[in-house]
């Protein structure tokens, strides 16, 4: 099955402590769950394991599920669900089926 939301998809929160705010996907994990840019930001602490690196607390991006965000349309600018298209193409000469993924609302093409 094709992924519905992949890495630098643009993605809006729409659950949590962080509902409203826009980011980034840098990473898609394992278990349904994305890391966003600027989203769910937790305080870590962290040792020094060489010489020279400090130890101190950091504020890192921490995983959020897939199902608590939704995909921006490009055209709209709006939060919209994800539809996945077949679309047929000729490479080669040779007709080719392709899944696309396309955005509910206005119906254009996501990169």
Do not use: C, F, Y
Request: glycine letters at 8%; hydrophobic letters at 35%.
């Amino acid at each position: 099955m094709a992924a519905k939301i992949k890495s630098g998809d643009l993605v809006k929160v729409i659950r949590g402590k962080d509902r409203g705010k826009e980011g980034t996907v840098k990473q898609v994990l394992k278990d349904d769950r994305l890391i966003v840019e600027g989203v769910q930001i937790v305080k870590k602490h962290v040792r020094a394991t060489q010489q020279g690196q400090q130890a101190g607390i950091v504020a890192v991006e921490a995983p959020i599920h897939r199902s608590n965000v939704m995909v921006i349309d490009p055209e709209t600018k709006q939060p919209t669900r994800v539809r996945i298209v077949e679309k047929e193409e000729a490479r080669d000469g040779k007709v080719k089926t392709v899944r696309v993924r396309v955005a509910k609302k206005s119906g254009k093409e996501l990169a």
